[in-house]
């Protein structure tokens, strides 16, 4: 349990254009004492890659029919961990980001947690 702690006063980029699902994500993390920025579409998302404060994102890989690739390189270009979150068997993402986490949709909030925890423990922000 102490490992969690290690999520508390983070903050936890979560792309994801179901808003349904942001909700609850949203409770899951702030539950776990996470500042949630959270958006829906990608040129807000890419925005905030790039120029905000974020220690982990959760990326949807599907956003409004686009691919959340280009939000995936910024952070990428910042070494800041993410997790890919999809409904779809992606190729793509084991070809293009074969290192980075992908978590299948539906998932556990706590698959969810656990994974975002070890990716700050280890600091994995490596391409």
Do not use: W
């Amino acid at each position: 349990m102490a490992k969690r702690t290690l999520l508390k006063g983070r903050n936890i980029l979560l792309v994801e254009d179901e808003m349904m699902v942001a909700m609850l994500l949203e409770a899951v993390l702030e539950n776990e004492g996470c500042n949630v920025i959270s958006v829906g579409h990608l040129e807000q998302a890419t925005l905030l890659a790039t120029e905000r404060s974020i220690d982990a994102a959760i990326l949807d890989v599907n956003l409004h029919g686009c691919r959340s690739y280009a939000v995936a390189d910024a952070l990428a270009a910042r070494a800041i961990p993410f997790v890919f979150a999809t409904g779809y068997g992606d190729v793509d993402l084991m070809t293009l980001y074969p290192t980075r986490p992908v978590l299948a949709k539906p998932y556990k909030p706590d698959v969810l947690i656990a994974t975002l925890t070890s990716l700050i423990a280890t600091g994995s922000g490596d391409r």
